[in-house]
Structure formats: structure tokens, C-alpha cells
């Protein structure tokens, strides 16, 4: 390129040096926020979990009252499958407490099959995200619940809805290997809270406390 006075002016370019030394820049940074990124994504897959959950609840609710019969929720601790269906059996709601002459407005009579697979499949949390004890404490690690096959065969005591929009308060737990949060239920009202997201406390914690 020439200027006025007929000078050529060259343009700097970047040598293989100064390139590789801003890719090992770049891979450094990247290196070092990728524990963050790490834990954005997996609190943010937790986050849609529990609002999935919280639909879920909120739509057993509503189609108990809409359909005038009795619909509940259940799911399998130590796995991330549950289901949500009308139906129920009489034994299950004298258990439970709920079923009191009077109570229910609508069809008070309990279909005989335990599930309309028709309407409500057994459904599935996002990946790597399981249901587990809601009474177990919260620093305790995961890892020892994740594909337990003897917690994973039993289904939990089931959440049911009335038709009129009566249920049991409920507390309910989703976590990963790191990560937890609560999704909670108020019987009276039907009003589904999620809470904050905690982080486990894994053996590697323990071992740095212990030094």
C-alpha cells in the first residue's frame, strides 16, 4: 500500500510464535474456568428439574380437580423415574389420611387399576438427576445412592390429589453426585416451592477438614 509520498507501508503480521503463545493463553483461561462452567451447567440442569417437578405437581393437582377423581405421584428413590397418574386404591388413601367421609367432592370412587398408563407413562428427571430420601441430611454424598438396586426397585409412598384439591404436605429431593436441592408442597393450598440449590459435602471435603 502506498501512501502520498510513494512510500510502501507493510502491514505487521502475527508470527507462529505470537499465535501459539495466545492459544496457550486461551487454553489457560479455559482451563481454569472450567470448574465454574462445570458447576453453572450442572446447578442450572438441577434448576430445571425441579421445575419440571414442580409442573408436574401442579398439573396432578389440577386434573384431580378438573376430572373429579383422585390422581397421585410416585417415584423411585435412588433413580429419576416417577410417575403420575389418576387411580389409586382405598388402602393407600386410608394410609394417608386424606379420605374422610365428605371430603372429596366428585367421584369419590377409586378406579380398580393402580394406573392409567394411557394418560400418565412413567416419566423421567433429565439425566444424572435422581430422587433420594428427603429425610436423609444434606451434606451427605450421593455417590453411595446413585444405581443402588435395592433402593431403586421400591416405589415411594404415593402423593395424592383429591378432587377437592386437598393432598398431604410433601417434601421431595432431587440431587446429583454434587449438588441438591428441595422442591416442597403445601397440602392446603397446592402451592409447589423449589428451594436453593446446595452443594454435597463429598469425601474429599471430609479429608481437607480432617488435616
Same mark, same amino acid.
Given at each position: 500500500?502506498?501512501?502520498?509520498?510513494?512510500?510502501?507501508?507493510?502491514?505487521?503480521?502475527?508470527?507462529?510464535?505470537?499465535?501459539?503463545?495466545?492459544?496457550?493463553?486461551?487454553?489457560?483461561?479455559?482451563?481454569?474456568?472450567?470448574?465454574?462452567?462445570?458447576?453453572?451447567?450442572?446447578?442450572g440442569?438441577?434448576?430445571?428439574?425441579?421445575?419440571?417437578?414442580?409442573?408436574?405437581?401442579?398439573?396432578?393437582?389440577?386434573?384431580?380437580?378438573?376430572?373429579?377423581?383422585?390422581?397421585?405421584?410416585?417415584?423411585?428413590?435412588?433413580?429419576?423415574?416417577?410417575?403420575?397418574?389418576?387411580?389409586?386404591?382405598f388402602?393407600?388413601?386410608?394410609?394417608?389420611?386424606?379420605?374422610?367421609?365428605?371430603?372429596?367432592?366428585?367421584?369419590?370412587?377409586?378406579? #380398580?387399576? $393402580?394406573?392409567?398408563?394411557?394418560?400418565?407413562?412413567?416419566? +423421567? =428427571?433429565?439425566? %444424572?438427576? !435422581?430422587?433420594? #430420601?428427603p $429425610?436423609?441430611?444434606?451434606?451427605?454424598?450421593?455417590?453411595? +445412592? =446413585?444405581?443402588? %438396586?435395592? !433402593?431403586?426397585?421400591?416405589?415411594?409412598?404415593?402423593?395424592?390429589?383429591?378432587?377437592?384439591?386437598?393432598?398431604?404436605?410433601?417434601?421431595?429431593?432431587?440431587?446429583?453426585?454434587?449438588?441438591?436441592?428441595?422442591?416442597?408442597?403445601?397440602?392446603?393450598?397446592?402451592?409447589?416451592?423449589?428451594?436453593?440449590?446446595?452443594?454435597?459435602?463429598?469425601?474429599?471435603?471430609?479429608?481437607?477438614?480432617?488435616?
Amino acid at each position: 500500500m502506498c501512501n502520498a509520498s510513494g512510500t510502501v507501508r507493510r502491514r505487521r503480521s502475527f508470527t507462529l510464535l505470537e499465535l501459539l503463545i495466545v492459544l496457550a493463553i486461551l487454553a489457560m483461561v479455559v482451563s481454569l474456568a472450567w470448574p465454574s462452567l462445570r458447576t453453572l451447567s450442572q446447578t442450572g440442569q438441577l434448576r430445571d428439574a425441579a421445575r419440571q417437578l414442580r409442573v408436574q405437581l401442579l398439573e396432578a393437582r389440577l386434573n384431580a380437580i378438573q376430572s373429579g377423581s383422585v390422581w397421585f405421584f410416585r417415584y423411585q428413590p435412588g433413580t429419576g423415574s416417577y410417575e403420575v397418574a389418576s387411580g389409586s386404591d382405598f388402602e393407600t388413601a386410608d394410609e394417608l389420611g386424606l379420605m374422610t367421609p365428605g371430603d372429596a367432592r366428585g367421584d369419590d370412587r377409586l378406579p #380398580d387399576r $393402580d394406573l392409567d398408563q394411557d394418560q400418565s407413562p412413567q416419566r +423421567e =428427571l433429565p439425566s %444424572d438427576i !435422581i430422587f433420594f #430420601d428427603p $429425610d436423609a441430611e444434606p451434606e451427605t454424598d450421593l455417590g453411595g +445412592e =446413585l444405581g443402588g %438396586d435395592d !433402593i431403586s426397585q421400591a416405589w415411594s409412598a404415593p402423593i395424592v390429589f383429591y378432587p377437592n384439591g386437598r393432598t398431604l404436605n410433601a417434601r421431595l429431593r432431587l440431587g446429583t453426585r454434587r449438588y441438591v436441592i428441595e422442591v416442597s408442597l403445601r397440602g392446603l393450598t397446592g402451592t409447589v416451592n423449589i428451594g436453593e440449590v446446595q452443594r454435597l459435602e463429598t469425601e474429599n471435603d471430609q479429608r481437607l477438614e480432617d488435616l
